[in-house]
């Protein structure tokens, strides 16, 4: 089965640029969350998703990041205008509903994207 | 205060030892556990769910004690692959996942 997908893999910008990137969850999911790691940090949630609602955006930086999850199969995270202090590694994952359960439900993520604005 | 703590170590082991972490949780993070690893550069993997009777994977054992609210790992006997950082994960309410800032583990020849 395919796992998490994301693209780019890589993306270097100038500041000021529009970056958009793309996640496919896993098919069946409920959940997509999309996280930011950088070494200072850790990883932080950004926000997540349960049956393309968002849930939680309260991770979002500022008014510059935005997400949307038109359908069940793809969810995108836009930076505009990008600066040099979002250089990171941006993680999407998605799981199927596991609270309120005794045996829960973990998370899966994608390679993730690794993000340079110069 | 972070909803789970761990020590950020870094542990540095001889192959072959035994090691263990811990983590503290609080309520909010409080109906699931995972442990995750994540190698340099690249995506957190599950290792192994936490359940309450503790349950083992090989060389790893994991525990839970939900009346002092913290989790362990257990790695036995281990190999040079093992280094990594170790995440503690527990779910909460909505399905949201608190990830811990990670240990980090280093296995030496």
């Known amino acids: 089965d395919a796992g998490v997908i994301q693209s780019p893999r890589h993306e270097v910008t100038e500041m000021g640029q529009e970056v958009t990137l793309r996640c496919k969850p896993i098919s069946g999911h409920d959940y997509l969350f999309w996280y930011r790691q950088t070494m200072m940090r850790g990883l932080e949630l950004l926000i997540y998703f349960n049956n393309n609602v968002p849930i939680d955006d309260s991770g979002m930086p500022e008014d510059r990041f935005s997400a949307k999850m038109p359908n069940a199969s793809f969810s995108t995270l836009k930076i505009q205008p990008s600066e040099p202090r979002d250089s990171a590694v941006y993680f999407c994952?998605?799981?199927?509903?596991?609270?309120?359960?005794?045996?829960?439900?973990?998370?899966?993520f994608g390679d993730g994207t690794r993000l340079s604005i110069l | 205060r972070k909803e789970v703590e761990q020590d950020p170590g870094p542990f540095n082991v001889p192959e072959g030892a035994t090691v263990a972490f811990n983590c503290t949780y609080s309520n909010s993070a409080s109906q699931s556990f995972f442990w995750y690893r994540q190698d340099c550069r690249k995506e957190p993997k599950l290792l192994m769910s936490v359940y309450s009777s503790g349950n083992e994977d090989g060389r790893f054992t994991a525990q839970l004690n939900r009346a002092s609210q913290y989790i362990s790992l257990l790695i036995r006997d281990s190999k040079l692959s093992d280094s990594a950082t170790y995440l503690c994960?527990?779910?909460?309410?909505?399905?949201?996942?608190?990830f811990g800032s990670g240990t980090k583990l280093n296995v030496k020849p």
């Open positions: 994952a998605s799981s199927l509903v596991g609270w309120g359960r005794t045996d829960g439900q973990p998370q899966h």
């Open positions: 994960v527990g779910q909460g309410n909505f399905n949201k996942f608190y």
